[in-house]
């Protein structure tokens, strides 16, 4: 339902851009959001993206992610900036409201 891709290893200060497609669902009908847990920490909320593309941040994150959606492709995007050490962490998206079955998640470490 849901397949997370994008990530891998970077060094502190690089980017990445994480794409989350959702081939067989109604995707263009529901807000979207990327979450991310690190190990030993529970899921955190990091973007979320409204049906009209509003968006929100964690604090964290303000200012160095951006997150966007193509209905077109089914398709949620994440883009990183200056990737700190503590953005490492499996990053997942899902709906926030009518949740899907997590998918396997993409890692991202951030590391010197």
């Known amino acids: 339902q849901l397949v997370e891709s994008g990530g891998g290893l970077v060094q502190p200060g690089g980017s990445l851009r994480l794409s989350c497609a959702q081939p067989g669902g109604a995707f263009s009908a529901y807000d979207m959001a990327w979450y991310r847990q690190a190990p030993g920490n529970q899921r955190e909320l990091v973007a979320s993206?409204?049906?009209?593309?509003?968006?929100d941040y964690a604090d964290s994150v303000k200012g160095r992610f951006a997150i966007s959606r193509d209905n077109a492709k089914k398709t949620l995007y994440l883009q990183m900036l200056n990737l700190k050490a503590e953005d490492t962490a499996v990053y997942y998206c899902?709906?926030?409201?009518?949740?899907?079955?997590w998918g396997q998640g993409t890692q991202v470490t951030v590391s010197s």
């Open positions: 899902n709906r926030p409201l009518r949740p899907l079955r």
């Open positions: 993206i409204t049906i009209s593309e509003g968006t």
